[in-house]
């Protein structure tokens, strides 16, 4: 039986891909995508991930406010986010909290971050989430507020190893991407191994997050990634380098070598978990 692989978290709908979707989805086809979670990030591109989603059955569309893009909010955008929750099944993310990035204020996250919570809770939809540099504070939320009862997703998952067991407690899914592959993951690499069986999903985070360059340490890079292809595609405006989504089985055997597990009993634990958190909607 031909392995069929789920990504947990991307964003098929990015303008850096440059309308090349349908090719981008062909190809997803022919290594095996059988589904794929496409995050919204803010009000100007929901209707683009709904479109997605209207468009091919493989698109599993979700819907939220990443922190990046809070200063784009209208005054209306939580009624917003409702309508497009109502106008197709879809899950809520991406959301969450960061002090990482540069310049960008705090201020207002926490409280877009409960509201998103909040509904996600209410209508027992799951909810992405991004934390970079403020996990206590969100584990104090996590336990403080309601939460999705289906749980949620700890989208690639760059917390302290001892802060898994308590995550998963509440609910938590941890998603792994591939970039993770590059030598200087070393920590993230090593928590990855430490997550449980049945809360650990994949995910590609197309077209951020590229996988390390095939032409540097080609045998490292073959014991990382099998047989699988691994795509290049770069961002015709910039002609920088971005992720494409059909390297999801590469990050697959990624993580069956990192975990030390075949990639067909990999694939059948990934299909079940992803199921279980997504296949309510």
């Known amino acids: 039986m031909p392995v069929r692989f789920y990504d947990a978290h991307n964003h098929l709908q990015d303008d850096r891909f440059g309308g090349r979707q349908p ?28 479109a997605r989603a209207r468009q091919s059955p493989v698109v599993l569309p979700s819907f939220g406010y990443h922190p990046w893009y809070l200063h784009e909010r209208t005054s209306d955008w939580l009624k917003n986010l409702e309508t497009f929750l109502d106008a197709t099944p879809s899950a809520i993310g991406e959301i969450g909290l960061d002090r990482w990035k540069p310049d960008l204020p705090y201020a207002g996250q926490e409280e877009a971050f409960i509201a998103q919570l909040h509904l996600a809770a209410a209508r027992n939809r799951p909810a992405s989430i991004h934390c970079l540099q403020t996990w206590g504070r969100l584990l104090e939320i996590l336990q403080a507020e309601s ?21 998963t407690d509440l609910g938590a899914y941890f998603s792994l991407p591939g970039y993770y592959a590059h ?10 191994r430490h997550i449980p069986a049945d809360r650990l999903l994949i995910e590609t985070d197309a077209p951020d997050q590229l996988l390390p360059e095939m032409k540097s340490e080609e045998g490292r890079m073959k014991k990382l990634f099998g047989d699988a292809q691994v795509f290049a595609l770069a961002d015709e405006k ?44």
């Open 23 to 50: 090719e981008l989805l062909a190809a997803c086809a022919r290594t095996g995508v059988a589904r794929m979670v496409v995050n919204g990030a803010c009000e100007a591109d929901w209707p683009q991930v709904l």
């Open 147 to 167: 939460r999705p009862a289906c749980g949620f997703l700890l989208h690639s998952y760059g917390g302290p190893v001892e802060m898994v067991k308590t995550f």
């Open 238 to 281: 910039t002609g920088q380098a971005i992720n494409h989504p059909a390297n999801l089985a590469a990050v697959y055997n990624f993580a069956a070598e990192l975990r030390g597990v075949p990639l067909p009993e990999l694939a059948t634990q990934m299909e079940q978990n992803f199921l279980s958190l997504f296949g309510g909607i």
């Open 183 to 192: 030598e200087r993951k070393a920590r993230q690499r090593e928590t990855f």
